[in-house]
């Protein structure tokens, strides 16, 4: 199970944090991530770290966003500075078995959903 918390309302240049706790399975064993949906808009993913502590940052999201991961606590983090309008969505944390130190920004490789959380950026 994944739960999601920290979503919420802020200005543009603004910042949120959105923590995910896992339970349930191996956390350490997987790779782990943020997807996000905008209104009208497919799924895409924002970032992501593997199992081995490898990256990827959709484009749209370098040099402001960071994701980490505490495999003693079962929990992953998103910052997200800067905040852009086009960040707004719905967040969802996920969780896939990949290979070792492997990533996938494919929706369907992450089998493990949270609930998804608001992120809403808007002057």
């Known amino acids: 199970e994944l739960v999601e918390s920290g979503g919420g309302s802020v200005q543009p240049g603004g910042s949120l944090r959105l923590s995910c706790r896992a339970s349930?399975?191996?956390?350490?064993?997987?790779?782990i991530g943020w997807f996000r949906q905008a209104p009208g808009k497919e799924r895409e993913a924002v970032s992501l770290?593997?199992?081995?502590?490898?990256?990827d940052h959709d484009d749209s999201v370098k040099g402001r966003f960071i994701i980490f991961r505490d495999n003693a606590k079962n929990t992953a983090t998103l910052e997200m500075n800067n905040l852009k309008v086009e960040d707004t969505g719905v967040y969802y944390c996920?969780?896939?078995?990949?290979?070792?130190?492997?990533?996938?920004?494919?929706?369907?490789?992450?089998?493990?959903w949270g609930q998804g959380t608001q992120v809403t950026v808007s002057s």
């Open positions: 996920v969780a896939g078995i990949l290979p070792y130190g492997s990533l996938s920004i494919r929706a369907d490789s992450y089998d493990s």
């Open positions: 349930g399975f191996a956390f350490d064993k997987y790779a």
């Open positions: 770290i593997s199992s081995d502590g490898g990256i």
